[in-house]
């Protein structure tokens, strides 16, 4: 009657602890990047050209900004932190990059690439993070693993509610929500769904919502069966 868990091996264990570093320096990096665009609003100071993007140049034209001392202490403090974390971001994902080619990980990678709107960030979570896939046996099982099993709830005549228990892989569950952007603009199927539950809800958010859920099911499915991605009908 009890139903057993899935404990990592050492390896699994040590590939998702580096990839929620990574997470974790990402983080950093948009707070880092807040304090500095935080810091010329206080000052008010002008923004340099291509801030959004943080390139070289931009960085270089922060550090060479005319100020007084101990503005200029201060931003230059903001820029060496932001300079610390994107050293060991570069770190860690080479060293990522390096862990998902071994025996195990590297088909795998290479088969979650050819799904629609799944970058390199998203294939490393699900791979360190739904280690061994195969486990979920059904698909309403990794639904409700990563917090995409809806829970609904009724009194009476009132109307069903539906929502989802902030449980599960948030993190991940954040990219898939992202990369279902992608998906419903170059899969017109997937398109054509999100549309249908738009239509039908009135709610971008909730269309989004279960459209990442389809694309979850598709990456554990293509992970299982140890295949590309093949077009297919989505209900």
Do not use: C
């Not at 809806?150 to 228990?165: D, L, M, Q, V, Y």
């Not at 993190?171 to 017109?188: G, H, K, Q």
């Amino acid at each position: 009657m009890l139903k057993g868990i899935a404990v990592p091996s050492r390896e699994e264990f040590a590939l998702r602890e580096m990839e929620r570093a990574r997470q974790h320096l990402v983080k950093r990096r948009r707070e880092a990047r807040q304090h500095i665009r935080a810091f010329l609003l206080r000052n008010a100071l002008e923004e340099p050209p291509g801030l959004g993007d943080w390139g070289p140049s931009t960085l270089q034209a922060l550090r060479e900004m005319p100020l007084p001392t101990f503005p200029r202490l201060s931003l230059d403090n903001h820029l060496e932190e932001h300079a610390s974390i994107l050293a060991s971001l570069a770190k860690i994902t080479k060293q990522l990059a390096k862990a998902t080619i071994d025996p195990g990980h590297g088909e795998r990678i290479k088969n979650l690439r050819t799904v629609p709107g799944v970058g390199e960030t998203i294939e490393h979570t699900f791979t360190s993070e739904i280690f061994r896939p195969e486990r979920f046996k059904r698909a309403e099982d990794i639904r409700a693993h990563v917090g995409f099993a809806p829970i609904t709830s009724h009194s009476g005549s009132g109307r069903e509610k539906a929502w989802f228990r902030p449980v599960g892989q948030r993190y991940l569950r954040s990219l898939l929500v992202e990369s279902a952007w992608v998906l419903i603009i170059v899969e017109s199927t997937y398109r054509d769904f999100y549309n249908r539950i738009g239509n039908k809800t009135g709610l971008s958010q909730k269309a989004m919502t279960a459209t990442a859920r389809k694309l979850l099911i598709l990456i554990w499915r293509t992970a299982v069966e140890g295949r590309p991605y093949r077009q297919a009908s989505v209900n």
